[in-house]
């Protein structure tokens, strides 16, 4: 109902203003092409948006290749208790 009107007091564009928690000017003085520009030109290359960072500073690919080294070395330690536990057991058997 607001944006309809032509004219708006002074009391109740104060109470708009106080609600929205800026100066009653910021209001009288708004400008549609200036605010545009100025959320145009605020972000950037390195802007996130919505939390996801599109230029990570870090290289993916180093992260994915520590990951598989971390998955070798993992499997390998699996590999050796499994060998141990055959070699336990080839022993048990041996002695019966």
Known sequence: MLEQKDVIEDDLLQQVANVLKVPVDAIKKFDEEKAVHIISNTFNDSSILNGINYNPTFNPMDRWLAALDANKAL??????????????????????
């Open 75 to 96: 499997y390998e330690q699996l590999i050796k208790e499994k060998d141990e536990q055959i070699a336990l057991l080839k022993r048990l058997l041996e002695g019966k």
